[in-house]
């Protein structure tokens, strides 16, 4: 599923196509990951959208800690930006999306009404990084199987619209950006989330940065997940969830890999429960 390296001739591509199909909308969905609103953002969308106007939605909100949800809708409106949580699987939220879309643009339609231009369809498109539930979303919408579910940046192709409602239009395919690579930690959140391949960062890396978050933030959750009074340092945490969930070598000695890929397991599983990691 998740097949993208992205090397500098991809992101070039991906941006002209984006660039494209950008100039055929009136608004633009931009699809974060709720368990991760910051680090899910594509770093050059901003430059890209301009002043067109956006509306941010989190999605996999059923993935997210509900608390920490609500802040981030709180924190990320206001000005010209809108959003949204959402849950495209379940399509929770999906309802609000047309809605907040006419009422934003409601001043160019009257503006068109009053030139005695005849309304026409709100025409918009989904953005976001592979992974965060584009192709998820856009079936949905358009309540049957038309949109793909893959991350190839898409050969150049006609556009087809899909109608939402009697008031929207939308682009067929997303666009699909890079995520950030800018520092160790939004790597480690990116896949943690499963937003970005297993084999581009270490995974004991990826699961002692997951089990210190933990540790920080929801010391509770893991401690219940695996059966701990206390947190101990990271050799002897590892090795008691090695020992607990039975990833042990021939010899009996723990198998840390094995470890590490349970406890990132546990995590996109939501076995800890809700998460979220940009707080
Ligand atoms: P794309 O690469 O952005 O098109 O992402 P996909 O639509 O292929 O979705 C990636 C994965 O996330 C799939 O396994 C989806 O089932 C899952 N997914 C998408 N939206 C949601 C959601 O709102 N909640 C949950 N729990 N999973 C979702």
Redesign the pocket.
Known sequence: ??AIQWFPGHMAKARREVTEKLKLVDIVFE?LDARIPVSSANPMLDELIQQKPRIKLL?????ADPAATARWLEKLSGGNTHVLA?????G?GLDKMVKLAEQILEPKWERMRAKGIRPRAIRAMIV????????????RLAGKNI?K???TPGVTKAQAWIKVGKTMELLDT?G?LWPKFEDKETGYKLALT?AIKDTILNLQDVSVFGLRFLEKHYPGTLKARYKLEDIPDIVPLFDHIGRLRGCLRAGGEIDYDKTAEVIIRDIRG?KLGPLTFDL
């Open positions: 599923m998740m699809l999605n996999k909100a059923d993935m959402i849950d495209a699987q379940s929770k976001g990084i592979p992974n965060v539930g584009k192709s998820t979303l856009i079936n949109a579910t893959g991350n997303p699909i499963g939501m």
